[in-house]
């Protein structure tokens, strides 16, 4: 009997597919790009992330399937190839499993064939591996473990980029609050144990809050904006306004994602997850074409919080930290600029 496959494996299929289609044989586009006086700017895939923010409407996945706020951390590891970072240092990888350590791809890298065929089955085929692969990357800050939705790490370095996402589509003065809340703490704690780490939090919001509650609209942009300022917190923050219509909205259970800004656990007590279903490609192809329509309003999102600011600081931020030796493809992808 076949077994029935989570909401994320199902998810994974159509993300992996959409992104597939957005870098075809894994060329990715560049996205620096020159304005007036040659000043350099990054050009966010905005056709991408409104195709990736449909597959959880498409799926009907609540927020406490994870799917939601899946569909953002797909986008930015995968704006993060574009600017020039290998398809292993940036997590979530673009194939199953999600986490591997950079060394373990160097080591099977170096394998024969012989060895290397049955280990790279047994990582696809297992959900994880402890102290190995993962489905999610947990960094211990100052005083505790939290979970880091999208990450450039390696033992040489240590972690250079942790990006942080939330996404909030209903039940708007209720969460938050809370949710702001818990973003400040866990910059606190991350940046305090790693000062030189690219730190920034993406906050994906529903845009129907400027008609439905414009004054909790207002006081949240103000709060994101001001997490990006402050000295001990992110380094920049993002909002991702998302417009879609009512029939295609997720059910609202007034349930929330599981809290952060708790002790979590580590890498040994990670639930597995399944690999992605084998699914025929062109049916894939066919699900993608009856995706929910999603439009980010650029127009509507404060000029602090655009992503086009937000992916260029971070990027920046790694690429100032680091020798001239390391990471040059990002920075031959950024002098290349047009």
């Known amino acids: 009997?076949?077994?029935?496959?989570?909401?994320?494996?199902?998810?994974?299929?159509?993300?992996?597919?959409?992104?597939?289609l957005a870098a075809p044989d894994e060329i990715h586009s560049n996205p620096w790009r020159k304005g007036p006086n040659d000043k350099l700017f990054f050009e966010p895939d905005y056709a991408t992330l409104e195709r990736l923010l449909g597959?959880?409407?498409?799926?009907?996945?609540?927020?406490?399937?994870?799917?939601?706020?899946l569909a953002l951390d797909v986008w930015l590891s995968y704006e993060l190839r574009r600017a020039g970072f290998d398809a292993d240092q940036a997590w979530p990888r673009p194939a199953h499993p999600r986490i591997l350590?950079?060394?373990?791809?160097?080591?099977?890298?170096?394998l024969p064939k012989a060895m290397r065929q049955p280990l790279e089955d047994r990582l696809i085929r297992k959900g994880s591996i402890p102290g190995v692969t993962s489905s999610s990357?947990?960094?211990?800050?100052?005083?505790?473990?939290?979970?880091?939705?999208?990450?450039?790490?390696?033992w040489v370095t240590g972690p250079e980029l942790l990006i942080s996402t939330k996404r909030m589509d209903s039940s708007y003065g209720k969460n938050a609050?809370?949710?702001?809340e818990e973003s400040y703490g866990d910059a606190k704690n991350?940046?305090?144990?790693?000062p030189l780490a690219a730190l920034g939090f993406v906050f994906g919001l529903r845009s129907d809050i400027l008609q439905k509650e414009p004054y909790v609209a207002d006081w949240l942009f103000d709060l994101l904006a001001k997490l990006g300022r402050e000295d001990d917190a992110y380094h920049a923050t993002c909002l991702v306004l998302m417009e879609y219509a009512d029939d295609a909205a997720l059910p609202d259970t007034g349930e929330e994602a599981p809290a952060a800004g708790v002790p979590e656990p580590g890498p040994e007590a990670d639930a597995e997850e399944d690999a992605p279903a084998s699914v025929p490609?062109?049916?894939?192809?066919?699900?993608?074409?009856?995706?929910?329509?999603?439009r980010v309003l650029q127009d509507k999102t404060p000029e602090d919080l655009a992503p086009s600011r937000f992916l260029a600081a971070m990027v920046e931020r790694v690429l100032s930290a680091t020798p001239v030796n390391m990471h040059t493809e990002?920075?031959?992808?950024?002098k290349a600029a047009q």
């Open 281 to 294: 490609v062109t049916q894939v192809d066919q699900y993608i074409e009856q995706l929910p329509k999603v």
């Open 137 to 154: 990357a947990s960094i211990l800050g100052k005083n505790y473990l939290k979970q880091v939705d999208v990450i450039i790490t390696d």
């Open 190 to 194: 991350l940046r305090l144990r790693h």
């Open 101 to 110: 350590p950079g060394a373990v791809t160097e080591l099977l890298k170096d």
């Open 1 to 20: 009997m076949a077994v029935k496959q989570s909401a994320r494996a199902r998810a994974w299929v159509l993300f992996d597919r959409i992104v597939a």
């Open 330 to 334: 990002a920075r031959r992808r950024r």
């Open 177 to 180: 609050p809370n949710r702001v």
């Open 55 to 69: 597959v959880p409407l498409h799926l009907k996945a609540g927020t406490t399937s994870g799917v939601p706020a």
